[in-house]
C-alpha cells in the first residue's frame, strides 16, 4: 500500500463518526384525578390506561376540600391532584 492510501484509509478511520448508543425515552403522563385519600401514588389508574407501568415522577396536591356526605353529620374530605407518571416502555395509544 502507497503512503497516498495509507492516509486515505487512516482518514477514512478518523472521519467515520462513532456509534451512538440509543437511549429508551422516558415517555411522562401527566393526569389529574380526585380521591378520598392522601395517596402515594394518586390517579394511577388513570396512567395505567397509557402505560402499562408507570412510575411516579411527580406529585402535587393542588386542593383538599370538604363536601357534605350523604346522610352522615360530618363531611369528608376530597383530595385533588396532579400527578405525573413516567412511562419506561412504549406508551399505548393516546386516549382520544
Request: hydrophobic share 45%; aromatic share 4%; glycine share 2%.
Amino acid at each position: 500500500m502507497g503512503p497516498a492510501a495509507a492516509v486515505l484509509a487512516l482518514a477514512g478511520c478518523v472521519t467515520a463518526p462513532a456509534e451512538v448508543a440509543v437511549i429508551p425515552t422516558v415517555a411522562p403522563i401527566a393526569v389529574s384525578c380526585q380521591t378520598e385519600a392522601i395517596t402515594d401514588q394518586p390517579c394511577i389508574a388513570m396512567a395505567r390506561k397509557r402505560c402499562n407501568t408507570p412510575t411516579v415522577d411527580t406529585i402535587r396536591l393542588v386542593l383538599a376540600k370538604q363536601v357534605p356526605a350523604d346522610a352522615q353529620t360530618t363531611p369528608k374530605t376530597v383530595y385533588e391532584y396532579q400527578a405525573t407518571y413516567a412511562c419506561p416502555e412504549q406508551p399505548v395509544a393516546a386516549l382520544p
